[in-house]
């Protein structure tokens, strides 16, 4: 019994360390954006590897998740001979769910486990200490142009993966199933609303970006440098961005959608 | 130096991919485009029941668009529906005795407002009253009568 209860007060204690360590990070990482305004090299160059590289991967998968909308769509529409409505069902549930989750879980996947390593491995190989040993704020160099860069590929990338699904829908839609052409766009633009669903869709993306870095940077930053601990830093990023990120869905959902 | 051109170019070209995505969705997807519609005018019209009419449902004469509802309010005087609605400027000519009905698109689909221009020679104008209207045709009602009626009918065959 005084074991277990040990076990949960060591737990909770560290969770909260954890989550204040955290947040003292995130800070830190913010102040340094003044920084990055006379050196935007650091910026650009990690725009490239954080968005630029994951751009094949939401455009593939945002092709195809709005083909199978189409496909799932339309079988089911046409069983209430409401093919035409399927313009509206596949761009609501990009714009509104799919396009911010989606991305976000591949984002998390494909970029966010690259930061958590390649920081991790950083400060494995001392990397981090020896900048610090420089005088030169590993944080501020290194840490904030990642984060900036995440923040601002994640908006961009959803919105391409909601745009390039929606064409994908119309290609299966219109090309393969025979749904019209017009009815298919004019049915989207008579429902879907620029405030209640693109603003929001795109403020879930902005947050879900914001969350995704923050957890890779800080699981790479924290890691305990070894092999081992690299490697269990990389796995805690992708799992813990992606309960946030569906979490966080849950909420967001809850809070725009719910009235009305 | 050639390297970091090229990754400068395709940065640029990845945002300016995502920023066309989102104006994609702006205003391909999304009813924006309807937004910009230049200015309109508000006629109000009360109905004695509107039906499940709701803000930004479409105003629509002879079929096409003229403009969307503004406000839906209940007048506790008259134990009226009033609902206002922004007209597109230019629509100017609506005749004074315009007739203003709630009807459904579709059976399942979604209420609007349909104007019928009358014949006078005057124009509804900007704050003017639409006097002649029709409800909203409320299913369940319609139903209603519809059984109360065979089942009199029925009661009144077995009298005979």
Redesign the interface.
Known sequence: MTKFLNTLGRTTTTSFTKLGRGSYFLLETLTGIIDIVPRPRLLINQVYSVGVLSFLIIVISGLFVGMVLGLQGYYILSDFGAEETLGLMVAASLVRELGPVVTALLFAGRAGSALTAEIGLMKATEQLSGMEMMAVDPIRRIITPRFLAGFIAMPLLAALFSAVGIVGGQIVGTGLLGVDDGAYWSQMQANIDFEDDIVNGFIKSIVFGFVTTWIALFEGYDTVPTSEGVSRATTRTVVNSAFSILGLDFILTALMFGED | MQH?NT??T??G???A??????F???L????????VEEDSYTVSASFENSGGLKV?S?VSAAGVKIGQVKAISFDPKTYQSVVEMAIYSQYKTLPSDTTASVFTAGLLGEQYVNLEPGGSDEYLEDGGKIELTQSAIILEKAIGQFLFKSAEEKAEGKKK
């Not at chain 2, 991919?17 to 989102?22: F, K, M, P, Q």
């Not at chain 2, 997807?29 to 937004?35: M, T």
Request: net charge neutral.
């Open positions: 970091s990754q400068d395709l940065v070209l990845f945002v991919a995502g920023i066309a995505g989102l994609f969705l702006a391909q997807v999304s009813n924006l485009s309807s937004f930004k479409p």
